[in-house]
């Protein structure tokens, strides 16, 4: 059996994130989709929110499980047994920091392999980070993420005003 | 009559944002230069004093208008009636970026376009960044902004050191 | 009156072009599509086909010129009077050819400016290159180019066949 | 059962091209390693050499087979019944062209997913044509390519050299 | 003599700069290693354990002098009567910010020349933002730095936890 | 002593290539150029005229000699006793390639180090061959390259087209 971690911040899920998801499914045998706590910046939704957006969004997929990763990614590959880390691939920059981290984790872990999806070309230059920039600012941003995301970003930011 | 808005930070005005803004105007009827609050950094000028900026340093054109964005910026650009969004160019980092934004702008408002200027080849590389920078360690920044914002400059990190 | 000018070796037509075409004639008040002769590389149709599929695809623009260039881009800018030289930017390679032109065409002629535009991201990635290799192989180029332009594709390709 | 179907020029085989081919036999049942013959270029040496290399340095891996490819990719691909098309990342110019190809690549033919394999850093930036380039110039190329290329090489540019 | 500068924020050495002053040391008669304080990041050590860092490793060169900057870094490579500015390449986001740095000193002070160099591609993709960012997880660095800073970096997220 | 090696095709000198010269001048206490035969494009010069145009632009340096290549470069450094490679960087396709040499060089000789220099902004996107073009289609190509070069492009360009 081939496992491979889909591993990411996701905050929120995108379309994009689930197109990665559409096609991983078909490579391998079962796809671990791990949400990151993301030390760097502040995230809008908890790990938690985060991983029930995940699995609502893929209950058709029988072959995906929703994780979250609290240590080394490679770490966490290896103790799954994973044989791949699958990362979707946006443009030049996402391309130019995607390779650095697949070279440091294959020095931490040589067996681990990191394969490159492309997402589909409506979904290149798609971020979560653009789509809360928009939402911050009360754009439309269901052509970006699901309904149920879309609706959760207008709640979050809501809340997050009137606590201001 | 065609309208075009230029939309930045201006944190403060550069060199290459009136060397944009001089082509623009050959471009256009009327072009808005549109100061954005700048949500993700903090800021050395207010929006107040960046406006003001801009405009003692666009008086010679009366096509020009200095003005803000408080929302999404083709809402801003669909209510001004504008055909088109400019931008300034600089280097790849810069490209793919701006790339990014316009085609999220173009899938929130299809009728607005972007379109893209190259500035003197002498402001490539220049940013408010990096003049920030350079003035706040002292260097001289009169090659690349106007005299009164290099004073504005050294006048505000004056003060911020005699506060730190 | 503002008229650009929108060079390019256009062997053949693509939907691309068609594409930065219906966003250029937005924005100015005359259109001069200029097939250029193509010095570097053979060209599959001549000049004066080029010119004919331009003109068949843009029947429905009355501000829309199909003219072909002679000598230097920013001579027949300048004999044209035209305000701008306007060019579609797809991906990075592109990007840095296309600012390198930019710069020596501003340092022949300063008063030529040169525009940038976006095509539909279905575009992006889309060359005339690429079409002559998929027709040239069999495949099928219906998603890329006009209908007549696809057909021309197939007469060329099987007379060219006939000829080895 | 999946397939994936590796193409290529290999025009001759690298070390780089070996160490895509051992990564990408551990994510599928069955790699075909597939030599194009590469219209816009003329070859060094001939498909059936080029054959021969691939099947000379795979003889390790039962699930490995060495064809070539006459049409267009997808179509064989699809006769394959391939799951994914694999392709080695190396560098920024590489990522372009290859995201190119694989957009277009899913335009004709939406079932066959391309995913992007990163060889071992010491392979990043090698490629056919400079090896050739090295062993035209009598450089050594012992560290690029296994022994009995290298030795096809010497013997070839001493051929050509004889006959010219 | 030829004097150069080496300027960096070297939060921690890692290998890849230790391998770019072993380079910098067979062009220069005297290479300074300049510890800039780094003013838009926090830093993890101070710039005196960063000195002290950079000291233990470069006892080897009689050439090289560490110290630190707090100004401009073109002032400082004047008042030290430097040629050259070293910087170390990596990838294509560097080049570019490089670039722009480049140029930008280059404006303040024209006779100070900055020279790239091309450390060894195991470090190609190495920085200290990853480094620590491995070691804050737990993962084992030993491969990117010397000994000594891997026990520092330990040390110092051990006492970090402990306060937290 | 440390002697440098300035290799390129030179067909013909720039004023960019010039302008790399007078930097690599100040960095070492000889500068050789060399032209190299360049086998992959059929140059305009021959690579007598070439060696005779570079030494009639750099008759002001004492310490800069004009050679040619018939090898590989890192041969001939070797058999100079250079200690490095100067080469001049441009955009972001030109790093890409510059890099890709680089490493492939230090691959065949570990001893001879790379440099990178940066040419004035002005010449950031010139090019010999951009230069060729413009005086092929007529183009005053004053801006770009010395007098006695602008004329040698206008006489051979004229004797080209009697021949034709």
């Known amino acids: 059996m081939r496992r491979a971690i889909y591993p990411g911040s996701f905050d929120p899920t995108t379309n994009g994130h689930l197109d990665v998801i559409s096609r991983a499914v078909k490579m391998f045998d079962e796809v671990v989709v791990a949400v990151a706590p993301n030390s760097q ?13 995940l699995r609502a969004h893929t209950t058709q ?4 499980r929703v994780s979250h990763l609290d ?3 490679v770490d966490y590959a290896q103790s799954q047994g994973a044989v791949a ?7 030049v920059s996402d391309f130019e ?4 981290m697949a070279l ?5 872990a040589a067996d681990v392999e990191t394969i490159f999806l492309m997402p589909k070309e409506d979904y290149t230059y798609l971020s979560s980070r ?5 939402a911050r600012l009360g754009g439309d941003v269901a052509a970006f993420v699901p ?4 609706e959760a970003l207008v709640r979050k930011f809501a809340s997050l005003k009137s606590e201001a």
């Open 41 to 53: 910046k502040i995230s809008l939704f908890t790990v938690e929110e985060r991983m029930a957006m």
């Open 61 to 64: 997929y029988s072959t995906v």
């Open 71 to 73: 240590g080394l990614l």
């Open 85 to 91: 880390i699958v990362r979707g691939l946006r443009a």
């Open 97 to 100: 920091f995607e390779f650095q």
């Open 104 to 108: 440091m984790n294959r020095k931490l």
């Open 130 to 134: 653009i789509v809360k920039e928009i």
């Open 147 to 150: 309904g149920p995301v879309k």
